[in-house]
């Protein structure tokens, strides 16, 4: 006799063993996703955060280190017109910065490392005596007044990526 059945009779249905270690894996990938999901976008805020107040630090610097410029270009002492020509391009050289100005109380531009901003032109949409930080084109833009003491002298215009 053989030992397989009859066809006609029906072998008892075998219960399927629950695949528990594929499910648990899929609910581990879903965990794993949404944890690496949630670190991501706190380290991108994280540092949005701090590149924004970086550039709003390197503003505030940049305002205090040209004052003697802008004093020596004011008394008629400043014989090179280069010279603050060099140190925005420098900025944006050197420091990374996608768009250096200066302007003058009344927002006329002094020196620009975009040549669209001619020397004497109204910089567009800047209060030279209103410190502003701003999303622009996917950076950040810092407008800082420049002055000392009650002097004021201008604004420097900060672009970043």
């Not at 805020?45 to 107040?53: D, I, K, V, W």
């Not at 390197?58 to 040209?66: E, G, L, N, R, V």
């Not at 949409?125 to 930080?133: C, F, G, I, K, N």
């Amino acid at each position: 006799m053989s030992d397989a059945p009859e066809q006609g009779v029906e072998m008892a249905e075998e219960k399927k063993p629950t695949d528990w270690g594929k499910k648990g894996f899929q609910w581990l990938a879903i965990l794993l996703a949404l944890a690496a999901l949630i670190l991501g976008s706190q380290l991108y805020f994280g540092l949005s955060n701090a590149r924004r107040e970086g550039a709003a630090n390197s503003a505030a610097a940049f305002a205090t280190a040209i004052v003697p410029l802008l004093d020596l270009k004011n008394k008629d002492q400043l014989h090179d017109g280069d010279t603050l020509q060099r140190v925005v391009d420098d900025m944006v050289r050197i420091k990374g910065f996608t768009l250096c100005a200066i302007t003058d109380t009344k927002g006329a531009v002094l020196a620009s490392s975009d040549r669209n901003n001619g020397v004497g032109s109204k910089f567009p949409d800047v209060d030279p005596t209103t410190a502003s930080l701003s999303g622009k084109d996917g950076g950040w833009e810092i407008v800082r007044p420049i002055a000392h003491g009650e002097v004021k002298y201008g604004a420097v215009v900060l672009r970043t990526n």
